[in-house]
């Protein structure tokens, strides 16, 4: 089973930057194609970020495109989401996913198949 355990969370004032990590066990990270979601308190779950396999396609949601980067390492098996020119509304819990085969698309919950715990990120005004 694989583990995805996230990092980097914190308290943030809007206008900076926030790097969050996800750290995966297994052998087998460099197939997977990975995302990032954030839920809002009284909100449902969405799409933040994700990228392919080989880090060669990246994607974003409008409200994130030009402030969020997302990248991975696969030879330290992590997958980062670098945050910046932070609004208050992207105050979340950001989850990163992990799939284990390809298996739609990337912006819907269900194609992933292994979860983190989840980070806190609040950007105060």
């Known amino acids: 089973q694989v583990q995805l355990v996230e990092s980097g969370g914190g308290l943030v004032q809007a206008g900076g930057s926030l790097r969050l990590s996800c750290v995966a066990s297994?052998?087998?990270?460099?197939?997977?194609?990975m995302g990032w979601f954030r839920q809002a308190p009284g909100k449902e779950r969405e799409f933040v970020a994700a990228i392919t396999w080989r880090g060669s396609f990246t994607y974003y949601a409008d409200s994130v495109k030009g402030r969020f980067f997302i990248s991975r390492d696969n030879a330290k098996n992590t997958v980062y989401l670098q945050m910046d020119s932070l609004k208050p509304e992207d105050t979340a819990i950001y989850y990163c996913?992990?799939?284990?085969?390809?298996?739609?698309?990337?912006?819907?919950?269900?194609?992933?198949?292994?979860w983190g715990q989840g980070t806190q990120v609040t950007v105060s005004s």
């Open positions: 996913a992990a799939e284990s085969y390809y298996s739609g698309s990337l912006y819907e919950e269900r194609t992933y198949d292994y």
């Open positions: 297994g052998r087998t990270f460099s197939s997977y194609r």
